[in-house]
C-alpha cells in the first residue's frame, strides 16, 4: 500500500488549500484517516481525524477553518484549509488505518508529506 499526497503551495494568508491524499495497493478496508503536520524545529502534530463511521476531530488550532473528508470509494482523504495563518506552514503528512485483507489487522500507512507556506 501506498499514499500519495498532493495539493500544497504557497499562499498567502487568508487564502485556501486543498490537500489530497488517495491510496493505492491492496486494499481491504479502511479505518481512520487523518492529517498531521511538522513545522520546522517543532513535533509532528495531529491536525484532524475522520473515523470510518464520519466523526471528526480538529486540533484547536484549525477548528473552524479546515475541514477532513474521506471518500472510501475512491481511496482518498481530504483536507480544506480556509483563512491560512502564517502559523499553519508546515509539511502536511496523511495517514491512514488500512486493512490489506480480511484476516490482516490494521496497519498505519504514512504520505510522502506535502509542504504548505502560508506567507505574503
Known amino acids: 500500500v501506498q499514499l500519495q499526497a498532493s495539493g500544497g503551495g504557497l499562499v498567502q494568508p487568508g487564502g485556501s488549500l486543498r490537500l489530497s491524499c488517495a491510496a493505492s495497493g491492496s486494499i481491504f478496508r479502511f479505518n481512520d484517516m487523518g492529517w498531521y503536520r511538522q513545522a520546522p524545529g517543532k513535533q509532528r502534530e495531529l491536525v484532524a481525524i475522520i473515523t470510518s463511521a464520519g466523526t471528526t476531530t480538529y486540533a484547536d488550532s484549525v477548528k473552524g477553518r479546515f475541514t477532513i473528508s474521506r471518500d472510501n470509494a475512491k481511496n482518498t482523504v481530504s483536507l480544506q484549509m480556509n483563512s491560512l495563518k502564517p502559523e499553519d506552514t508546515a509539511v502536511y503528512y496523511c495517514?491512514?488505518?488500512?486493512?490489506?485483507?480480511?484476516?490482516?489487522?490494521?496497519?498505519?500507512?504514512w504520505g510522502q508529506g506535502t509542504q504548505v507556506t502560508v506567507s505574503s
Open positions: 495517514n491512514m488505518g488500512i486493512r490489506e485483507r480480511a484476516w490482516s489487522r490494521t496497519q498505519i500507512y
